[in-house]
């Protein structure tokens, strides 16, 4: 068992994902870590095992409402008691309006909307029990406003927040931290170095977010005291035009 309990990163991708279970790990939590390729997250475990903290690999489809189940319940039987849950599930495509098929929109959906929805419920179940715990969603410029070509995306992560308030409402005054975190802007990965080289050569050092300090902004959000929570904060390099 974990001396300060388990912290859950579902999502655990290759940049915000990854600094977040990191970081958590840093400050002595087991992570439990999720994404749907279980063998994806190998090098993250064994990163975190080598610095001296405790990593435990989940393969999950969020979308599931019977994996979520029983994922939540094997690691409150198995691991520990949950303390941290951080939903960071992206779903970030982009399609013409006329080319978002039914199916598409649908898949977003269930990425952003739905899969938040279940993470936010089994969280809750076990949280409640306790009378304490913090609840992060992941959100993204789409929360706030749609882009042309982001219908889907928008209309995901735009419930995602909403769902985000409605828990916060309902759990807050019973002790659950949830809060919403808008990352605005381009995010430092392999990835993004790969396809926008020139956006990113012409941001400089300061136009693309650090997971790592998308990190501390999370354990600064899990640290806040009960007289001053944080609902939602939002993150952008300091020339994002916004």
Not at 54 to 74: H, K, P, T
């Amino acid at each position: 068992m974990s001396k300060q309990g388990v912290c859950c990163v579902i999502g655990a991708g290759d940049a915000t994902g990854s600094a977040v279970a990191r970081r958590f790990a840093q400050a002595g939590y087991t992570v439990c870590v999720a994404r749907r390729n279980e063998n994806a997250l190998q090098p993250l475990v064994k990163q975190i095992d080598a610095q001296g903290g405790r990593a435990i690999a989940f393969g999950l489809d969020a979308r599931r409402e019977d994996q979520v189940i029983s994922m939540f319940n094997r690691i409150e039987l198995e691991v520990g008691p949950i303390e941290v849950v951080i939903f960071n599930v992206g779903g970030n495509v982009r399609f013409p309006i006329l080319e978002t098929t039914a199916q598409k929109y649908f898949k977003v959906w269930e990425m952003c909307a739905l899969a938040g929805f279940l993470v936010g419920r089994e969280a809750a179940r076990v949280m409640l029990n306790r009378g304490h715990g913090t609840l992060l969603f992941t959100g993204a410029t789409a929360s706030l406003r749609g882009a042309a070509g982001f219908a889907a995306f928008a209309g995901g992560k735009g419930a995602l927040r909403a769902l985000a308030q409605s828990m916060s409402r309902e759990l807050g005054p019973r002790g659950i931290h949830v809060a919403h975190i808008i990352i605005d802007g381009l995010i430092d990965t392999a990835f993004a170095r790969e396809h926008f080289a020139q956006r990113v050569a012409d941001a400089g050092p300061d136009g693309i977010l650090s997971p790592d300090h998308i990190a501390e902004a999370y354990w600064w959000l899990h640290q806040q005291p009960r007289d001053a929570w944080t609902f939602e904060l939002d993150l952008r390099p300091s020339v994002e035009q916004w």
